[in-house]
């Protein structure tokens, strides 16, 4: 775990022939039967790639710190992104995330600061903790009515962030996932949440209004601290 991380000057990765475990594919890391990418070394100079189809897995850091690319595509034989897939491919502009994935992994996107468009697909069900977290060029995001929780600190830090849909079938919203998204100016709710997590909000310093739904009953530490823009908030019995 982590054994290529941080070489930034890293451009290519051969396996012997005969190594029944690992192969490579331009330098690429793969497994052998080449249903996992492995490992996108960090120095290589490609502004796109398109990841072959029949990969399954997308291993977890496999393009940390892939600072040159803009683009990648994701074919859809993809079904899962590990932790950290994509973490700190700071260039990176827009992603299209396949139908067949079911889940966005922690930290899957995090610190992309170039990211401004990303599509998540009906299929997903759950955004992990850190997902989007640092994803400061990104204005606006659509949840899909398939998603039932959000993780911590999901899209903190979204400095640009100006609207969120949260549809009605999301049951969790982790703990500070928006905190420090400055230019949030509204949210709503859905009535599926009944508790709004601890620093869920803090330093939303754009918030103006926010609506609070009937089924929620407590609101933890924080939630809406240093909001310094909210005008009113009504509160359910």
Do not use: Q
């Amino acid at each position: 775990e982590f054994a290529l991380m941080d070489c930034e000057n890293l451009k290519e990765i051969l396996v012997d022939e005969n190594n029944p475990y690992y192969s490579s594919e331009n330098g690429i890391l793969f497994s052998e039967e080449k249903t996992r990418l492995c490992k996108y070394p960090a120095g290589r100079e490609e502004m796109e790639y398109t990841i072959p189809d029949g990969v399954v897995y997308i291993e977890a850091n496999a393009f940390y710190g892939c600072y040159n690319l803009t683009s990648v595509t994701i074919p859809d034989s993809v079904t899962s992104m590990e932790m950290g897939a994509f973490y700190r491919c700071s260039g990176l502009i827009s992603v299209t995330i396949p139908d067949g994935v079911t889940s966005i992994s922690e930290n899957a996107f995090g610190e992309c600061s170039g990211l401004t468009s990303v599509t998540i697909p009906d299929s997903v069900t759950s955004i992990g903790n850190d997902a989007f977290r640092g994803c400061s060029s990104l204005t606006s995001i659509t949840i899909p009515n398939s998603v039932t929780s959000i993780g911590d600190y999901a899209f903190s830090e979204c400095e640009n962030l100006t609207s969120v849909t949260i549809p009605e079938g999301v049951a969790y919203i982790g703990e500070s996932a928006f905190s420090r998204c400055n230019n949030l100016t509204s949210v709503i709710i859905p009535k599926s949440i009944t508790r709004i997590e601890e620093y869920t909000f803090w330093g939303c310093s754009s918030l103006t209004s926010v609506t609070i739904p009937d089924s929620i009953t407590s609101i933890g530490d924080d939630a809406f601290s240093d909001c310094s823009s909210l005008i009113s908030v009504t509160l359910p019995d």
